[in-house]
């Protein structure tokens, strides 16, 4: 399928559906209505089929999507064509366990090497993957063809393994250290900050309000 120009919000929301579906396969059976789909993640039926339109899902909605088909569409539209392999920087609390989070689950996301300076870590596996010293960065992240990492290191030391990261053949960024990464323009990061996050529930929680689309 060839890939359109999507918003992020789109790439998110395509990949909860996708979620949604496979953990309701059974609820839908074959077939499935954009309103089922939007209905079990929060959504309006016009934004699912806006969505499924924009990456050219070609199913009907009157008579209900084929679930395997659409499966198979998102997964086109969504993963890499074999797998993806990332790596962690920052194999301390947060790195373990999202190392423990990613390893053995059934998606074409591998988690493959994982970095520190820590000498204490260096040479150990963390659920199954070996954490190398941040100096072999480019020989690892080359030899294992990575080009997408999560950085979780203390955020004081986040631009500097970012940009070692770049230097290293790194496009891709998952930063969890909280501050703001000043990298090129072609090099996609994305932020996960759970305080922000929890700031928004508090905020919204206080209004009252509850947020009705993503
Ligand atoms: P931690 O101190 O347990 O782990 C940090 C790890 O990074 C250590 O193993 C340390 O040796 C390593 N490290 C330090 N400098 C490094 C460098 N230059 N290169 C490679 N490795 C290096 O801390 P933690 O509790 O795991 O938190 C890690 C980061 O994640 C912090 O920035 C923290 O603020 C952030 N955090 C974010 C969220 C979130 O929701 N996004 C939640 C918890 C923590």
């Excluded at 929301?13 to 396969?25: C, D, T, V």
């Excluded at 070996?130 to 020989?139: L, N, T």
């Excluded at 000043?182 to 996960?192: A, C, D, G, K, S």
């Amino acid at each position: 399928m060839k890939k359109r120009k999507v918003s992020a919000r789109s790439v998110e929301r395509l990949s909860i559906y996708r979620r949604a579906l496979l953990h309701g396969l059974q609820e839908y059976g074959a077939s499935v209505y954009s309103h089922e789909i939007a209905h079990s993640c929060q959504l309006t039926a016009a934004q699912v089929r806006r969505d499924l339109m924009a990456i050219g899902y070609s199913g009907n909605p009157n008579s209900g999507y084929n679930v395997k088909r659409l499966l198979a569409s998102l997964a086109a539209f969504l993963d890499c064509h074999n797998s993806c392999a990332v790596a962690i920087v920052g194999m301390g609390y947060l790195g373990r366990a999202i190392a423990a989070h990613l390893t053995g689950r059934p998606s074409k996301i591998r988690l493959t090497a994982a970095f520190d300076v820590d000498l204490d870590k260096i040479g150990l596996t963390f659920s199954g993957v070996r954490c190398h010293s941040v100096r072999h960065m480019p020989e690892v992240l080359a030899d294992k063809h990575i080009e997408i990492a999560l950085i979780t290191v203390p955020a004081e030391q986040a631009q500097h393994v970012a940009e070692q990261l770049v230097a290293a053949g790194v496009v891709g960024i998952l930063n969890f250290a909280p501050v703001v990464l000043r990298l090129h323009e072609r090099i996609y990061v994305e932020n996960i900050d759970m305080i922000v996050s929890l700031e928004k529930v508090a905020f919204f929680a206080r209004a009252g309000q509850r947020r009705k689309a993503r």
